[in-house]
């Protein structure tokens, strides 16, 4: 199982824990680009889906709704993922 399958199955299995570095870099393999945001918010658009990410870092952790919304993209955009680079 590469990296990434790991980190994708550890965010689908625990959503109370995903870490808020983790949620950015998934969101930018699934084709989500920043949009800016204050202090610790981080928006995340992905040309063509009206469906954005917004991500707060408490503590170096997202809030578990925003991390289901996360494995929402994912299930949606997974097979978009490129092969495992060593990240």
Same mark, same amino acid.
């Given at each position: 199982?590469?990296?990434?399958?790991?980190?994708? !199955?550890?965010? #689908? /299995?625990?959503?109370? =824990?995903? #870490?808020?570095? +983790? $949620?950015?870099?998934?969101?930018?393999?699934?084709?989500?680009?920043?949009? @800016?945001?204050?202090? @610790?918010? %981080? !928006? #995340?658009?992905?040309?063509? %889906? $009206?469906?954005?990410?917004?991500?707060? /870092?408490?503590?170096?952790?997202?809030? $578990?709704?925003? $991390?289901?919304?996360?494995?929402?993209?994912? =299930?949606?955009?997974? @097979?978009?993922? @490129?092969? =495992? +680079?060593?990240?």
């Amino acid at each position: 199982m590469s990296r990434r399958e790991k980190l994708l !199955a550890e965010i #689908r /299995n625990n959503p109370k =824990d995903v #870490r808020y570095e +983790d $949620a950015l870099k998934i969101a930018e393999w699934l084709g989500f680009s920043g949009r @800016g945001g204050k202090g @610790g918010h %981080e !928006a #995340r658009s992905r040309p063509g %889906e $009206a469906v954005g990410l917004n991500f707060q /870092n408490r503590g170096g952790k997202i809030p $578990a709704y925003q $991390a289901k919304q996360l494995i929402a993209m994912i =299930d949606k955009y997974e @097979g978009e993922i @490129g092969e =495992d +680079d060593g990240e």
